[in-house]
Nanobody
Framework: QVQLVESGGGLVQAGGSLRLSCAAS????????IGWFRQAPRKEQEFVGV????????YYADSVKGRFTISRDNAKNTGYLQMNSLKPEDTAVYYC???????????????WGQGTQVTVSS
């Protein structure tokens, strides 16, 4: 099992940056892939990216590729989502999630953070 706590959301201007953190507790953090998802008002939850347990493999949605970077520090039991060149359309609640395999499917994830609001003003 793993428990996830997110932090780092807030209000930023278009073109700015934020770094979200996903702090984990529980055994064998490095065994879990960490996925990131977001949900804007009146829209379905959207895959953002995922990083493997080792940190050696990442996948990103086309909408964020080149702007967002996913990383992790297994010694600190923490995953990160670095968001640069933010756009108003990035405004959403962002969630981190953990699963034993790398997947883009929201239904495959067993453990979820509480979510953190990211608002990008124009």
């Amino acid at each position: 099992q793993v428990q996830l706590v997110e932090s780092g959301g807030g209000l930023v201007q278009a073109g700015g940056s934020l770094r979200l953190s996903c702090a984990a507790s529980g055994r064998a953090f490095s065994n879990y892939a960490i996925g990131w998802f977001r949900q804007a008002p009146r829209k379905e939850q959207e895959f953002v990216g995922v990083i493997s347990g080792s940190g050696r493999t990442t996948y990103y949605a086309d909408s964020v590729k080149g702007r967002f970077t996913i990383s992790r520090d297994n010694a600190k039991n923490t995953g990160y989502l670095q968001m640069n060149s933010l756009k108003p359309e990035d405004t959403a609640v962002y969630y981190c999630a953990a699963n034993t395999i790398v997947t883009r499917n929201v239904r495959d994830y067993d453990y979820w953070g509480q979510g953190t609001q990211v608002t990008v003003s124009s």
